[in-house]
């Protein structure tokens, strides 16, 4: 381990070897005990924020614990922590094990000099709970339980003086991180992407605006906007609550190949502009669990044919039921003569099968019934259905195409929960009387 004795102030150890924008420089050397920061999507809150907790771990010998949505976003805080650590020339070692012995979350590790450790973790109210040190909850409005999180997490910091940073993308209003906004115990930053532009960002605006071809989607992204959501179906808070940072939108092969295992498809057939997805639900104690989304983006039909015909002689697959409007008839019809009308169902989208399909999936997730993988695709494809209401008092489905699509793996999701519930279920066999033979009539 080398010495670390006299330590240099914070941001004069990162200018020797970083050129930072100023808002990331004034992030970096922020004095304050607590801070808020609602930065717009690729300004570098999670490289500004890693470097500042791994500096101030180092100045004040103590723990640091950075909080991700998911295991894929807690790998790349700890990649960026490496890069820090080699940047500034601080010896570390790093190591990843199992989290309280439970093997599906994993902790990610640095020991730095002095014996500080910096830990990289999936959020959850417990490992919110298991460490105590100073805190940085990364994309804070896209954690799953936030307010048990925050329950757990804010007594540990208050041993020792805790820091804690909470840094995000705003996700719509009524979640911990829009309460947070106005809370005064907290020094708040704004970064829009016109504030990274002025600050030295290379980026041509008016193009990324056009690009993205959704205004709302910009304003909340880039413009760091707490958008409205009234006219959505599902609520970024209602979707996160769905997300499982232990899930994978690639398929479970031991899952599919299990023999116990109750595993439901639902396909929502493209062609041209919109994705082929396949969603793969497995009913699990009364619960809904992904153990896939497959999708196919400009592929002929023959190419979705073999995959969804290679998913449904899996062991689990029990049902699917495809999305036959328009393009996806000649599909849903080869299927279901290939493998029976009773394991393949075609249905014909209409105002008010859709109205039934999304319905059900919303209730399903507001009852908490759902798991799906936390992934930002997903995310804003359920986000973009909208419920509207015609001048006529009918109710129809709308989803903007500039968010992805139209909702396919909304769709293809709601479309399995279809086939879950149109299932017969698995044989039972019930013991009866014994059957009595006799002679009957004339012998």
């Known amino acids: ?170 996700r719509g209003r009524g979640n911990l991180f829009h309460r947070l906004r106005t809370n005064d115990s907290f020094e708040h930053t704004t970064v829009t992407i016109h504030d990274a532009v002025a600050a030295g960002l290379p980026v041509d605006v008016g193009l990324l605006r056009s690009a993205m071809d959704d205004e709302a989607a910009f304003r909340q992204e880039f413009e760091c906007e707490f958008v409205d959501e009234s006219t959505a179906l599902l609520s970024h808070d209602l979707i996160t609550r769905c997300q499982d940072a232990g899930l994978s939108v690639e398929p479970d092969e031991a899952r599919l190949a299990s023999a116990d295992a109750r595993v439901f498809a639902g396909v929502d057939v493209g062609r041209t502009r919109d994705l082929t997805v396949i969603w793969l639900w497995e009913s699990l104690e009364g619960h809904f669990v992904t153990r896939g989304v497959v999708e196919l983006s400009n592929q002929p039909f023959s190419v979705q044919r073999r995959v969804i015909e290679s998913l449904l002689g899996r062991r689990a697959v029990r049902r699917l039921a495809i999305d036959r409007t328009g393009l996806g008839a000649m599909l849903a019809e080869e299927l279901a003569a290939r493998f029976g009308e009773h394991r393949v169902e075609g249905v014909a989208f209409s105002n008010g099968i859709k109205s039934d399909l999304a319905g059900r999936l919303r209730v399903q997730a507001e009852r908490g019934l759902l798991r799906i993988p936390v992934d930002d695709r997903i995310r804003q494809d359920w986000h973009a259905l909208e419920r509207v209401v015609t001048p006529a008092g009918g109710v129809r489905y709308e989803s903007d195409r500039g968010r992805g699509g139209h909702s396919d793996r909304f769709w293809a999701a709601a479309l399995g929960l279809y086939a879950v519930d149109d299932s017969s279920g698995a044989i039972e066999y019930v013991p009866g009387r014994a059957l009595q033979f006799a002679r009957l009539g004339a012998w």
């Open 1 to 170: 381990m080398i010495a670390i004795e006299p330590l240099p102030e914070p941001v004069e150890a990162s200018r020797t070897v970083l050129s930072m924008p100023a808002y990331q420089v004034a992030a970096v050397n922020s004095a304050a005990r607590f801070t808020w920061h609602n930065w717009a999507r690729q300004t570098g809150k999670s490289f500004a924020l890693s470097l500042r907790r791994v500096l101030r771990g180092l100045a004040r010998r103590r723990t640091q614990v950075l909080l991700s949505a998911s295991e894929r976003q807690s790998r790349e805080m700890m990649e960026k922590v490496r890069m820090h650590c080699r940047m500034l020339q601080v010896a570390c070692e790093f190591r990843e094990s199992d989290c309280f012995g439970a093997s599906a979350v994993r902790r990610l590790e640095a020991a730095l000099p002095g014996g500080v450790r910096v830990i990289a973790l999936p959020a959850n109210p417990a490992t919110a709970r298991g460490f105590s040190g100073d805190v940085l909850l990364d994309e804070f409005a896209m954690h799953r339980d936030d307010r048990e999180i925050w329950s757990a997490l804010f007594p540990t910091l208050l041993r020792g003086g805790g820091e804690l940073d909470v840094a995000s993308t705003p």
